[in-house]
């Protein structure tokens, strides 16, 4: 069983598992850019939803 399949479950996985770092690292980059958004920015915004 991956450590993906183990986290989707509830179980005790690693966090430091390369496959969840990877999908973990391209999320908190979508993140860090939605969140330097101006309120101005209606059309990044809609992009990034």
Avoid: A, C
């Avoid at 183990?6 to 690292?25: F, H, T």
């Avoid at 958004?37 to 209606?42: E, M, Q, T, V």
């Amino acid at each position: 069983m991956t450590q993906y399949k183990r986290m989707i479950q509830g179980l005790v996985y690693d966090p430091g598992d390369p496959g969840i770092m990877k999908e973990q690292v391209h999320l908190q980059d979508r993140l860090w850019e939605f969140n330097q958004l101006k309120p101005s920015d209606y059309k990044k915004w809609e992009n990034l939803q």
